[in-house]
């Protein structure tokens, strides 16, 4: 035994056996984050409206919806609301739901798809960010990395069970673009910049900015060295034909309009533009680094010339929207603003490891001088910094910013633990080696927001989080199954998308840009006259009004018309055309059923219902 022991090498086997050490770790941590979120997995508790709204796409898939057809036909009827994402994140989740189907039946197999499906992108992510740090840091990096991944809130939260979005595939699309920029097989590197980027681009455009970063980088790389004009041959194929395959295969039959807002025939025609282009630079290669630099400038001016004159209705937003839209909600989602309207609480932990990886990539690429790494780290240090400045744009782009952190973050903790480790005092040693790991890591912010209390009291947002939640969960959507028969409920914007998952019902609206109509419509229905409610929840046939009293939407209702139509029925002031439906005394909702009989005006006399 003794012989046996002497004789297993760890830091050997970690090096020769690490992707297979690398996948064993993602399986336990996907094991336990399934057994800490068993409860929410049962209940299927998708906390988002995009998760929810993604199960609904799967379940037409399932039963029989047109692969290229992805409206939503249960809410906004009878039209339906047109939903912009494409087919390629339903293909994993319904997988799962066939293969625990005929085991467990069709509820059960959801809840299990739901709970497995989001870590998926998780061991692709490890095995990239694996591969990227054992090129750039040290073979046995990969177990720093993993580490340092774990302590990234925003980006595990892509990962966790129920998080059905497309964001953890989009991310997993942006660590393989890294890995690709890090290859020291050039041809090898730009097919995987190439056709990660496609891939990003064919599930959304969220990325889009960091797909443009990351091909100007490969450009850059040329200018800089004529050698790697094999990487921009492969990335420029790759993209431009991983990006027409996108297209034909996954794009709805609504994107083959010339919207802004996804992979159509406007981005299509961009992307293949941009990949003729660079590989017809690729061919000439001129051997002065000057001629290089101009050919490029040349191609990028075309393309982004070429864009303004063909598509100048792309050069605003890309969702397109009116500015009432823009104005009165697109403007208000959180996760569109910059990091800098955020609390300390919530921008710390975010900003903290972005800075950590600039250093960190900049570190290392001064050690790296003379060495055929340089490169490679001034591309991880370009792409650090532009991830970082994203987030005073918007804070949608911080799992972005720390994913692409890592590489620099495990570079710092390689140069300076080890550094403690070899002094002579063994406090130094300990107490120095964690201090210094907890900080280059970025698992100090954790520990910096609980003691550090910079942000104002804000009364009533504890309130609004329970109402939010007790209206989403199981046992509340329960009770409107069992109280009416199928039927559609005028409700939240907010609420529309988890409605139609957990019960018969249809619904309104959901938080989806390209359903301006219908958004617009339960925003005038609240905040406007009663009367003028009937007409529009007319338009839709709805037969029921559903509040959820305190909810976030609603404060945004009461905020805006205190008198409108919501604020008077919080006041306890409701039409006589309303009805009120029983629900249970300890229900979260109130529920009414719309009377369109001749119209009568709030009188003195109307019901009263509890204030909320």
């Known amino acids: 035994m003794a012989n046996c022991i002497r004789g297993f090498d760890l830091e050997r086997e970690l090096d020769r056996h690490w992707l297979r050490w690398a996948l064993l770790a993602w399986g336990v941590i996907a094991g336990w984050y399934l057994w800490d979120r068993w409860g929410s997995v049962r209940g299927l508790a998708l906390g988002d409206?995009?998760?929810?709204?993604?199960?609904?796409?799967?379940?037409?898939l399932l039963t029989g919806q047109g692969w290229y057809d992805l409206r939503q036909y249960r809410l906004a009827p009878p039209e339906g609301l047109d939903i912009h994402w494409s087919r390629l994140v339903d293909l994993p989740i319904a997988a799962l739901i066939l293969l625990f189907k005929p085991f467990v039946g069709v509820a059960q197999a959801e809840r299990l798809a739901c709970g497995i499906a989001p870590l998926l992108p998780l061991g692709v992510v490890i095995a990239a960010l694996g591969t990227i740090v054992r090129r750039l840091v040290a073979p046995a990096a990969?177990?720093?990395?993993?580490?340092?991944?774990?302590?990234?809130?925003?980006?595990?939260?892509?990962?966790?069970?129920?998080?059905?979005?497309?964001?953890?595939?989009?991310?997993?699309?942006?660590?393989?673009?890294?890995?690709?920029?890090?290859?020291?097989?050039?041809?090898?590197?730009?097919?995987?910049?190439?056709?990660?980027?496609?891939?990003?681009?064919?599930?959304?455009?969220?990325?889009?900015?960091?797909?443009?970063?990351?091909g100007a980088i490969v450009a850059l790389r040329w200018v800089w060295d004529a050698g790697d004009a094999r990487r921009l041959q492969g990335y420029s194929l790759s993209l431009a034909g991983g990006s027409a395959a996108g297209f034909a295969l996954?794009?709805?039959?609504?994107?083959?309009?010339?919207?802004?807002?996804?992979?159509?025939?406007?981005?299509?025609?961009?992307?293949?533009?941009?990949?003729?282009?660079?590989?017809?630079?690729?061919?000439?290669?001129?051997?002065?680094?000057?001629?290089?630099?101009?050919?490029?400038?040349?191609?990028?001016?075309?393309?982004?010339?070429?864009?303004?004159?063909?598509?100048?209705?792309?050069l605003s937003r890309p969702e397109g929207v009116s500015d009432e839209l823009t104005r009165t909600w697109l403007n208000n989602v959180r996760e569109a603003r910059s990091i800098t309207t955020q609390t300390f609480r919530a921008g710390f932990p975010l900003a903290a490891l972005p800075v950590i990886g600039v250093i960190g990539a900049g570190v290392a690429a001064w050690r790296a001088r003379g060495h055929d790494q340089l490169v490679a780290w001034i591309a991880i240090l370009l792409f650090n910094a532009f991830a970082g400045a994203m987030l005073f744009?918007?804070?949608?782009?911080?799992?972005?910013?720390?994913?692409?952190?890592?590489?620099?973050?495990?570079?710092?903790?390689?140069?300076?633990?080890?550094?403690?480790?070899?002094?002579?005092?063994?406090v130094i040693r300990i107490l120095g080696g964690v201090a210094a790991f907890l900080l280059l890591s970025g698992l100090f912010a954790g520990f910096v927001v609980q003691f550090v209390k910079l942000d104002k009291p804000q009364p009533g947002r504890s309130t609004v989080y329970r109402a939010n939640a007790r209206c989403a969960s199981a046992t509340a959507m329960s009770l409107l199954d069992r109280t009416l028969p199928p039927s559609t409920?005028?409700?939240?914007?907010?609420?529309?998308?988890?409605?139609?998952?957990?019960?018969?019902?249809?619904?309104?609206?959901?938080?989806?840009?390209?359903?301006?109509?219908?958004?617009?419509?339960?925003?005038?229905?609240?905040?406007?006259?009663?009367?003028?409610?009937?007409?529009?929840?007319?338009?839709?046939?709805?037969?029921?009004?559903?509040?959820?009293?305190?909810?976030?939407?609603?404060?945004?209702?009461?905020?805006?018309?205190?008198?409108?139509?919501?604020?008077?029925?919080?006041?306890?002031?409701?039409?006589?055309?309303?009805?009120?439906?029983?629900?249970?005394?300890?229900?979260?909702?109130?529920?009414?059923?719309?009377?369109y009989d001749p119209p009568n005006s709030l009188t003195d006399g109307a019901k009263r219902a509890d204030p909320r």
């Not at 972005?400 to 550094?419: C, E, H, T």
């Open 49 to 60: 409206t995009d998760d929810n709204m993604r199960l609904m796409q799967v379940r037409g």
């Open 142 to 214: 990969w177990t720093i990395a993993i580490i340092v991944l774990l302590g990234c809130g925003a980006a595990m939260y892509m990962f966790a069970p129920l998080r059905i979005d497309h964001h953890g595939w989009q991310l997993a699309f942006l660590t393989l673009t890294v890995m690709g920029l890090s290859d020291p097989a050039r041809a090898r590197g730009g097919v995987i910049v190439g056709l990660s980027s496609a891939g990003s681009l064919t599930i959304g455009l969220e990325l889009l900015p960091y797909c443009a970063m990351a």
């Open 250 to 314: 996954f794009a709805s039959n609504a994107n083959y309009a010339m919207r802004c807002d996804a992979l159509t025939p406007v981005w299509l025609s961009v992307m293949v533009a941009a990949g003729a282009l660079l590989f017809l630079l690729s061919r000439i290669n001129p051997a002065a680094r000057g001629a290089r630099l101009l050919l490029a400038l040349v191609a990028g001016g075309a393309i982004a010339g070429g864009f303004a004159a063909l598509f100048p209705h792309c």
């Open 393 to 426: 744009w918007q804070i949608r782009g911080g799992p972005a910013a720390q994913l692409l952190a890592v590489p620099g973050s495990v570079a710092l903790v390689w140069i300076v633990v080890p550094w403690f480790l070899e002094r002579g005092s063994m």
């Open 489 to 595: 409920i005028f409700t939240h914007v907010d609420l529309g998308p988890r409605l139609i998952v957990m019960t018969h019902h249809k619904g309104i609206a959901g938080p989806y840009h390209r359903n301006e109509r219908a958004i617009l419509g339960v925003h005038h229905a609240f905040t406007g006259p009663p009367d003028a409610f009937r007409g529009i929840a007319r338009r839709y046939g709805a037969q029921y009004l559903l509040v959820c009293p305190n909810m976030a939407e609603t404060t945004v209702y009461r905020a805006r018309e205190p008198n409108g139509f919501y604020g008077q029925l919080a006041k306890g002031r409701v039409p006589d055309w309303l009805t009120p439906v029983p629900l249970p005394k300890d229900a979260p909702y109130r529920m009414w059923r719309i009377r």
